[in-house]
T-cell receptor, first 111, second 112 residues
Framework: GESVGLHLPTLSVQEGDNSIINCAYS??????FIWYKQESGKGPQFIID?????DKRQGQRVTVLLNKTVKHLSLQIAATQPGDSAVYFC??????????FGSGTKLNVKP | SQTIHQWPATLVQPVGSPLSLECTVE??????LYWYRQAAGRGLQLLFY??????ISSEVPQNLSASRPQDRQFILSSKKLLLSDSGFYLC???????????FGSGTRLTVV
């Protein structure tokens, strides 16, 4: 199985600051990782992914870092905006068939 | 392009009543299909996944069942709902070995 946790249940940041959301996982055989954003009452939306053979991947204003040694994943959001306010989940996948989610971090962006 | 449809969006059902939630995927063949439940303020719990027609794997013992009568159709059912079945149910699909795990818009189920 898989145990996925998040270091903080809520995170408040000032608009324009950078945000860092963390995730820990337990199964070293995990081979694929995704970050999702979920707004209230909606399904999760894909943000960025990374495979286990990588340690960093960048998107538009977002960066995902993977440390397989300590089984840790992070999502960095640059210049956080009010529209970034949501719950963020990490998903840990192995065998590309089963994926497990952390409990989520609620990001509050203060204007 | 691929799309996923899930309905209804909201549902209020009495305790002991049956349940049927449907999820369909368009624009792809032989997808992996998943049902998740999200309790209020909690993370996503994998309930069932299917890699093909008639193939269902259950992740946790519960009052629910799933079926896949067609390649792109995934159904979540219950014969008798419990109060604890209330939650936000999400269907998702993926293609094995590729990226693109996509979620439906969810069904808010309230058992009263």
């Amino acid at each position: 199985g898989e145990s996925v946790g998040l270091h903080l249940p809520t995170l408040s940041v000032q608009e324009g600051d950078n945000s860092i959301i963390n995730c820990a996982y337990s199964n070293s055989a995990s081979d694929y990782f995704i970050w999702y954003k979920q707004e209230s009452g909606k399904g999760p939306q894909f943000i960025i992914d990374i495979r286990s053979n990588m340690d960093k991947r960048q998107g538009q204003r977002v960066t995902v870092l993977l440390n397989k040694t300590v089984k840790h994943l992070s999502l960095q959001i640059a210049a956080t905006q009010p529209g970034d306010s949501a719950v963020y989940f990490c998903a840990v996948i192995y065998n590309f068939n089963k994926f497990y989610f952390g409990s989520g971090t609620k990001l509050n962006v203060k204007p | 392009s691929q799309t996923i449809h899930q309905w209804p969006a909201t549902l209020v059902q009495p305790v002991g009543s049956p349940l049927s939630l449907e999820c369909t995927v368009e624009g792809t063949s032989n997808p992996n299909l998943y049902w998740y439940r999200q309790a209020a303020g909690r993370g996503l719990q994998l309930l069932f996944y299917s890699v093909g027609i008639g193939q269902i794997s259950s992740e946790v013992p519960q009052n629910l069942s799933a079926s896949r009568p067609q390649d792109r159709q995934f159904i979540l059912s219950s014969k008798k709902l419990l109060l604890s079945d209330s939650g936000f149910y999400l269907c998702a699909w993926s293609v094995q070995g590729l990226t693109g795990y996509t979620f439906g818009s969810g069904t808010r189920l309230t058992v009263v």
